[in-house]
T-cell receptor, first 113, second 113 residues
């Protein structure tokens, strides 16, 4: 079945540690996205990538980094510079033409203490 | 960037009653419009979308939405609520030349037996 996988589902880290969230898609989509979700705030765009080896900052990129070495993969690193990293993180992908409908993964809930 | 407003962060309906979720956007140029649903601790699932053509759009699970250009609105309705409709609903828009989605803050729907 085609889709987007995110791992792990739950992640716990100590403050000051970097952590990498995985996102893999087998939909053959060119574009991929990372969102952060906090209660009552909807989804906020962290980074997005339209093609391999290229990515752009979204609205809240500070304290995060990404790479796009393969079409299928778009990992997100939450660095120690992110002041409030505890959140639900969602990865999505879309085609680059048409209506840009985005397909979402199941999410990773990160808790930093 | 688009601005998306969802009126009402919480909506409570009785089983069998009409569900109405409101969404307004800021653009003067008709964008692409989407409604997504999210169940607890899961990713987002597309309910329906408007790109062009007929302004009344039918989606999954009996939902439909109507694009009204004059009101810059894209309200979501379902004639008869079911217990399984309890979830959070997000309205999203994208400009026609942009891959990025802008999301509303979300509306949580509870269904009373």
């Amino acid at each position: 079945d085609g889709g987007i996988t995110q791992s792990p589902k739950y992640l716990f880290r100590k403050e000051g540690q970097n952590v990498t969230l995985s996102c893999e898609q087998n939909l053959n989509h060119d574009a991929m996205y990372w969102y952060r979700q906090d209660p009552g705030q909807g989804l906020r765009l962290i980074y997005y990538s339209q093609i391999v080896n290229d990515f752009q900052k979204g609205d809240i990129a500070e304290g995060y980094s990404v790479s796009r070495e393969k079409k299928e993969s778009f990992p997100l690193t939450v660095t120690s510079a992110q002041k409030n990293p505890t959140a639900f993180y969602l990865c999505a992908s879309s085609m680059r033409d048409g209506s840009y409908e985005q397909y979402f993964g199941p999410g990773t809930r990160l808790t930093v203490t | 960037a688009q601005s998306v407003t969802q009126l009402g962060s919480h909506v409570s309906v009785s089983e069998g009653a009409l569900v109405l979720l409101r969404c307004n956007y800021s653009s003067s140029v008709p964008p692409y419009l989407f409604w997504y649903v999210q169940y607890p601790n899961q990713g987002l699932q597309l309910l329906l979308k408007y790109t062009t053509g007929a302004t009344l759009v039918k989606g999954i699970n009996g939902f439909e939405a109507e694009f009204k250009k004059s009101e810059t609105s894209f309200h979501l309705t379902k004639p008869s609520a079911h217990m399984s409709d309890a979830a959070e609903y997000f309205c999203a828009v994208s400009d026609r030349d942009d891959y990025k989605l802008s999301f509303g803050a979300g509306t949580t729907v509870t269904v009373r037996a």
